[in-house]
């Protein structure tokens, strides 16, 4: 089984703190992907990774950084937290391939409150 | 623009049947995928589609049309435990998921 894990469910951060989440897969994936989900909305991509040392902006990378310095592990940085940063933060991995349909397995989440 | 539409939200009873609805407008099509996602929890997959037709999985099926930008996802012999938020995500040409707001399904007894 695939096990995705996330360093904190819950985090209560104040405006201009840095903030670290961490995501941890198991399954030697490739893929590894950041997300945040707010109600209404569907999930929206902020950062990716293909590999080690790599990365790739998503749709809303503003306020935000990553770092991939294993293959299992892949950080997402708040650099400094800001009240519209208050969301449910979800992290992904997926297996590399054309061939197979790189379906997506999920960690927990990390539900942020920035005060 | 890139869009999924889904219902926001749905009811039905226990023991029957609920069809949940996604249509899309992408850049490109690479395949769509349906996740279920209880409250608080991470979304879990449950099927994927790339061709059009029907795909059944137990109490669980989906159904792809490409021509008419179309899925659904059934529910047979529904259980409260089946009360949950199901998310669309359609691939698109870049190989990146576009996602659906959710529709929300209320089991009542």
């Known amino acids: 089984d695939v096990k995705v894990t996330q360093s904190s469910r819950y985090l209560v951060k104040r405006t201009g703190e840095k903030v670290f989440l961490e995501c941890v897969q198991d399954?030697?994936?490739?893929?590894m992907f950041w997300y945040r989900q707010d109600p209404g909305l569907g999930l929206r991509l902020i950062y990716f990774s293909y590999d080690v040392k790599m990365k790739e902006k998503g749709d809303i990378p503003e306020g935000y950084s990553v770092s991939r310095e294993k293959k299992e592990r892949f950080s997402l940085i708040l650099e400094s937290a800001s009240t519209n940063q208050t969301s449910m933060y979800l992290c992904?991995?997926?297996?590399?391939?054309?061939?197979?349909?790189?379906?997506?397995?999920f960690g927990p989440g990390t539900r942020l409150l920035v005060l | 623009g890139q869009n999924i539409d889904q219902p926001t939200e749905m009811t039905a009873t226990e023991g029957a049947i609920v069809q949940i609805n996604c249509t899309y407008q992408t850049s490109g099509f690479n395949g769509l995928f349906w996740y279920q996602q209880h409250a608080g929890e991470a979304p879990t997959f449950l099927s994927y589609?790339?061709l059009d037709g029907l795909e059944e999985k137990g109490r669980f099926s989906s159904f792809l049309s490409r021509s008419k930008g179309y899925s659904y996802l059934l529910l047979k012999e529904l259980q409260m435990k089946d009360s949950a938020s199901y998310l669309c995500a359609v691939k698109d040409s870049n190989y990146q998921l576009i996602w659906g707001a959710g529709t929300k399904l209320i089991i009542k007894p």
């Open positions: 992904a991995s997926s297996l590399r391939g054309r061939e197979n349909q790189e379906t997506q397995y």
């Open positions: 589609n790339v």
């Open positions: 399954m030697d994936h490739e893929n």
